[in-house]
């Protein structure tokens, strides 16, 4: 497991490792200045997502949450890894994907952004399908290989620099391939490792990089209960929450997520995708 953990680990939510170890810079940009006419990215993607502008020296910009917003928001965003060497596992039988997490996001009509990287819909092309067609969801790149975009990160093999751009647009390529439409120009740093090199080796694919504010820790967790619990105590409105899509290395996510619905409902948050949320 020590590979897989490393890679599911390497998501921010493993272990309880607080993210700020990772010592990546603050956000290249502090102010949301969501652009509702962004054109197409040169990945190719539709126009209709907001993105932010591009932050100082044109580098990639970051979000994280939306700041200063009254409306009670928030965002699930559920990672869908698998990492460019782990087919050998999936032929053994191991599952990466999760079809009963996303059935119950239907069930419960709960909008949602998955980060889904490009060897995962190859794995799944008939769910990546099924997802980037949905209304009710839309696809975010979470790169091709899952590798890192800055070390140290968690222990996940390095992308070269040159080569983090083809990465990106790798996955894009991955999904169109396998029939997704609703996808949009996000991008979420494997770990959330980055560095102000990989924000602008990535500046030409036009992305705005994704993190988040409340880490669900539904990572190798056993205890549903315990994640809805962290969830619960972090969400605040506008907040952008991290969980994944991937059962056998999150196996309770779907249970906690029946939780944290109705609670949060509950409370009066409403839940939006993050293309949502870059407009509050
Ligand atoms: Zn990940």
């Known amino acids: 497991m020590a590979v897989f953990g490393a890679a599911l680990a390497g998501c921010g939510s493993g272990g ?26 040169a990945a190719g993607q539709p126009a209709a997502a907001p993105t932010l502008a591009a932050g100082p020296g044109g580098l990639t910009p970051v979000f994280e949450r939306a700041p200063a917003t009254r409306a009670k928001t928030v965002a699930l965003t559920f990672d869908a890894d698998m990492t460019a060497d782990q087919g050998p596992r999936a032929a053994r039988g191991e599952r990466f994907d999760n079809p009963a997490l996303i059935a119950s996001l239907r069930r419960l009509k709960v909008p949602a952004t998955v980060f889904m990287t490009g060897r995962w819909a190859e794995e799944y092309p008939d769910q990546a399908r099924s997802i980037g067609r949905d209304p009710l969801f839309e696809i975010a790149n979470h790169s091709y290989s ?42 979420r740093f494997p770990g959330g490792c980055y560095d102000d090199e990989a924000l602008r080796a990535l500046a030409p694919a036009k992305v705005t990089a994704v993190q988040w504010d409340v880490v669900s820790g539904d990572a190798f967790a056993r205890d549903g209960d315990a994640v809805a619990d962290q969830v619960l105590a972090g969400v605040r409105p506008g907040s952008l929450v991290v969980m994944h899509c991937t059962r056998s290395a999150a196996p309770v996510t779907e249970q906690a997520v029946r939780r944290i619905v109705p609670e949060l409902r509950e409370r009066g948050y409403r839940f939006v995708k993050v293309s949502e949320l870059l407009k509050s």
């Open 16 to 41: 309880g490792e607080p993210r700020g170890s990772l010592a990546a810079p603050p956000p290249a940009s502090a102010s949301v200045s969501a652009s509702a006419s962004a054109s197409a990215s």
């Open 146 to 187: 899952h590798h890192a975009f800055t070390s140290p990160c968690y222990g996940l093999p390095a992308v070269d620099r040159q080569a983090m751009r083809t990465d990106v647009e790798r996955a894009f390529t991955a999904f169109r391939k396998a029939g997704a439409r609703n996808v949009v120009p996000y991008f």
